[in-house]
């Protein structure tokens, strides 16, 4: 039976996806790459935002468009927030919320999985995403995702290992490593430094050429961690959510850092490298962001000169501390606010991509974009093609970057 998978979102759906596709094809499933030709159409949803949530059910209605013979299978998020309104769309025979998430394949094949399934997969890209933490037991005002994650969870160290060393096996050239809170990694297990503790274990462990973090807040960010940046092998990325540039709207966010802090976490990891990627998220129109403050979060996220920056206008979410706060912002001055952000956002991340013109990088190459040129990524993220006609997928090589085009990099193969 052919199956497709598809995950909205976050980085840790993206993972979840991928072990799912690894367990069907255990369980003797095919994974197809276009959705009209499966039986089983699986989703897995976001619904971080209300626009997240939208976006999630356009996009089960569009599956079941194209293709009106599969059964849906609609998983994470918005599945567990919505479950009453996902049943009475057409199509549907499975809802499985974040709690039974882990018991999808035996739910939607009827047969009992291999519980070591997720280990002896093989990757069929060459980068895996690997989920090594689930569940946040922060209290930012704002967010969702932890009611509907659920409390802070980590998967032992041993069975972290013995995953890449199967993927490496599997031909994976990099692996990222994703959670809903991934700094917190281990601490439910009783582990010091458990996030750091486990790269560093993951880097003289292993042979895996790439390891690559996905978010991580920066509370948790320890001098150990920031160490293997020195490491080659660990990608010079670190995405580190801010949220607001101001001190008050961090306090009413429910944030556990200063803007003081996180500029003296800037500066040392750019003390350790000086062209590391340091990425983030900022949330615009949060309640009692006057144009004063809106101003001051602005001049500070351009002080930290991002290479890339994400930007959401705030979304209340039902049950959340934030919808109970005052002094709402427009709908419309949030949507303003957020343009107003992207425009610096944007501008910060040309600045810093047009730094590494003329230099030599080593390169992940993927596969062909559209026009038939090779795309790949260097360890800082950046994304380079190059139309040579030599076959260059999951190989890293040494990159000329001869050029910039838009967001990406002409490169040359040295």
């Given at each position: 039976m052919k199956v497709y998978l598809e995950a909205l979102g976050c980085r840790l759906n993206a993972a979840e996806t991928e072990e799912l596709a690894r367990r069907f094809v255990t369980a003797g499933y095919s994974i197809v790459r276009e959705a009209e030709e499966a039986s089983i159409i699986v989703l897995?949803?976001?619904?971080?935002?209300?626009?997240?949530?939208?976006?999630?059910?356009?996009?089960?209605?569009?599956?079941?468009?194209?293709?009106?013979?599969?059964?849906?299978?609609?998983?994470g998020c918005w599945a567990t927030e919505a479950a009453q309104e996902i049943a009475r769309?057409?199509?549907?025979?499975?809802?499985?919320?974040?709690?039974?998430?882990?018991?999808a394949i035996e739910r939607i094949t009827g047969k009992a999985a291999d519980p070591a399934a997720w280990q002896s997969g093989r990757c069929a890209h060459?980068?895996?995403?690997l989920g090594v933490q689930d569940g946040c037991d922060s209290t930012c005002t704002y967010c969702i995702t932890r009611l509907l994650r659920g409390p802070a969870r980590s998967t032992p160290p041993e069975q972290v290992i013995a995953a890449i060393?199967?993927?490496?096996?599997?031909?994976?050239?990099?692996?990222v490593l994703t959670g809903v809170s991934l700094g917190a990694y281990g601490r439910d297990l009783g582990l010091e430094q458990g996030l750091a503790a486990l790269v560093v274990a993951i880097l003289k462990g292993t042979d895996l050429p790439r390891l690559r973090l996905?978010?991580?807040?920066?509370?948790?960010?320890?001098?150990?961690?920031?160490?293997?940046?020195?490491?080659?092998?660990?990608?010079?990325?670190?995405?580190?959510?801010?949220?607001?540039?101001?001190?008050?709207?961090?306090?009413?966010m429910g944030r556990r850092i200063t803007t003081a802090q996180f500029a003296r976490l800037v500066e040392t990891a750019r003390a350790l490298s000086p062209d590391v990627a340091l990425t983030s998220d900022v949330i615009t129109g949060f309640p009692g962001e006057t144009e004063a403050l809106f101003a001051e979060s602005l001049a500070f996220v351009k002080a930290m000169d991002?290479?890339?920056?994400?930007?959401?206008?705030?979304?209340?979410?039902?049950?959340t501390a934030a919808t109970r706060l005052p002094d709402r912002v427009p709908p419309v001055l949030r949507h303003e606010r957020a343009a107003e952000m992207r425009a610096l956002g944007e501008s910060m991340g040309t600045a810093y991509r047009?730094?590494?013109?003329?230099?030599?990088?080593?390169?992940?190459?993927?596969?062909?974009?559209?026009?038939?040129?090779?795309?790949?990524?260097?360890?800082?993220?950046?994304?380079?093609?190059?139309?040579?006609?030599?076959?260059?997928?999951?190989?890293?090589?040494?990159?000329h970057l001869l050029s910039l085009e838009g967001e990406q990099f002409i490169g040359e193969v040295q």
């Amino acid at each position: 039976m052919k199956v497709y998978l598809e995950a909205l979102g976050c980085r840790l759906n993206a993972a979840e996806t991928e072990e799912l596709a690894r367990r069907f094809v255990t369980a003797g499933y095919s994974i197809v790459r276009e959705a009209e030709e499966a039986s089983i159409i699986v989703l897995n949803t976001c619904a971080v935002t209300v626009q997240a949530a939208r976006k999630s059910r356009h996009r089960l209605q569009a599956l079941h468009r194209c293709n009106a013979q599969a059964r849906l299978a609609v998983l994470g998020c918005w599945a567990t927030e919505a479950a009453q309104e996902i049943a009475r769309l057409p199509g549907v025979s499975w809802i499985l919320p974040n709690a039974d998430k882990a018991h999808a394949i035996e739910r939607i094949t009827g047969k009992a999985a291999d519980p070591a399934a997720w280990q002896s997969g093989r990757c069929a890209h060459t980068r895996a995403f690997l989920g090594v933490q689930d569940g946040c037991d922060s209290t930012c005002t704002y967010c969702i995702t932890r009611l509907l994650r659920g409390p802070a969870r980590s998967t032992p160290p041993e069975q972290v290992i013995a995953a890449i060393h199967d993927l490496v096996a599997g031909g994976a050239q990099e692996v990222v490593l994703t959670g809903v809170s991934l700094g917190a990694y281990g601490r439910d297990l009783g582990l010091e430094q458990g996030l750091a503790a486990l790269v560093v274990a993951i880097l003289k462990g292993t042979d895996l050429p790439r390891l690559r973090l996905s978010s991580v807040e920066p509370w948790d960010v320890t001098e150990l961690l920031l160490e293997q940046l020195r490491n080659p092998r660990f990608c010079r990325q670190l995405h580190l959510p801010l949220q607001a540039g101001s001190d008050q709207l961090l306090r009413g966010m429910g944030r556990r850092i200063t803007t003081a802090q996180f500029a003296r976490l800037v500066e040392t990891a750019r003390a350790l490298s000086p062209d590391v990627a340091l990425t983030s998220d900022v949330i615009t129109g949060f309640p009692g962001e006057t144009e004063a403050l809106f101003a001051e979060s602005l001049a500070f996220v351009k002080a930290m000169d991002f290479a890339r920056l994400h930007v959401f206008p705030y979304s209340e979410r039902k049950g959340t501390a934030a919808t109970r706060l005052p002094d709402r912002v427009p709908p419309v001055l949030r949507h303003e606010r957020a343009a107003e952000m992207r425009a610096l956002g944007e501008s910060m991340g040309t600045a810093y991509r047009l730094r590494f013109v003329g230099q030599r990088l080593p390169v992940l190459w993927e596969n062909p974009d559209a026009s038939g040129r090779w795309r790949g990524l260097t360890d800082t993220y950046l994304q380079v093609v190059n139309d040579s006609k030599e076959k260059l997928y999951n190989r890293i090589t040494l990159t000329h970057l001869l050029s910039l085009e838009g967001e990406q990099f002409i490169g040359e193969v040295q």
